[in-house]
């Protein structure tokens, strides 16, 4: 089965909302990035977090690695939030190859 | 600090036609990555190195892609007879010991 899950695959939201995306791994993972891609543009780090809690402006992470599960919270959206977030595991076994998600489609409506 | 630097940013060749991708890390990382994502995609890996070594490159197409990094700096991506299913966006990232991985902006290909 698919090694890393995100959920949802899309979510549409009102400017000023919270999102709440999530990614879920099947493996222990040494390393934990969430991405920001938008349309036609390049992957953009937005945090780097394998356990604990983790703030940058109004993205926080959570991961909790027994659980196998991290979230991305985005507080207070824009609507130059919308893109794709993506999350992306190093397992210890994968000789430093990103494994990734499907990705969560967001989009910020005004 | 600079960041992963790319180039070209864009290219668009006629099916059958070479084209290289350049690609300089931070300075530092020890392991570069080279992603082929198409359009709508996620990135899918082609190949990887650590210092000048390659580690994995059982996703490159190896009949008509190739790689090269050979002072385990810089690397260049190249595609010979190039073909229309090979349109997509390339990226480079980098990284230091199994750390943050950072990209680079991308080399957009157009195969026509």
């Known amino acids: 089965g698919q090694q890393v899950q995100q959920s949802p695959s899309s979510l549409v939201l009102q400017e000023g909302e919270n999102a709440e995306l999530q990614c879920n791994f099947s493996?222990?993972?040494?390393?934990l990035q969430w991405f920001y891609q938008s349309p036609g543009g390049s992957l953009v780090s937005l945090l780097s977090n394998p356990s604990g809690t983790k703030h940058t402006g109004r993205l926080t992470s959570t991961t909790v690695t027994k659980e196998r599960r991290s979230s991305l919270h985005i507080s207070s959206s824009q609507t130059t939030d919308s893109g794709t977030y993506l999350c992306?595991?190093?397992?210890?076994?994968?000789?430093?190859?990103?494994?990734w998600g499907s990705g969560t489609k967001l989009i910020i409506k005004p | 600090e600079a960041g992963v630097t790319q180039s070209p940013r864009y290219a668009v060749l006629q099916e059958g036609q070479a084209v290289s991708f350049w690609c300089d890390p931070i300075s530092g990382h020890d392991t570069l990555y080279w992603y082929q994502q198409p359009r709508d995609q996620g990135p899918q890996l082609l190949v990887y190195f650590r210092d000048e070594a390659v580690i994995d490159n059982s996703q490159l197409p190896s009949d008509r892609f190739s790689a090269v990094r050979p002072k385990g700096t810089n690397s260049t991506l190249k595609i010979q007879s190039a073909k229309q299913g090979d349109t997509a966006t390339y990226l480079c990232?980098?990284?230091?010991?199994?750390?943050?991985?950072?990209f680079g902006k991308g080399t957009r290909l157009t195969v026509v």
């Open positions: 990232a980098s990284s230091f010991d199994r750390g943050e991985v950072f």
């Open positions: 493996s222990t993972a040494t390393q």
């Open positions: 992306a595991i190093d397992r210890l076994d994968s000789n430093y190859q990103l494994i």
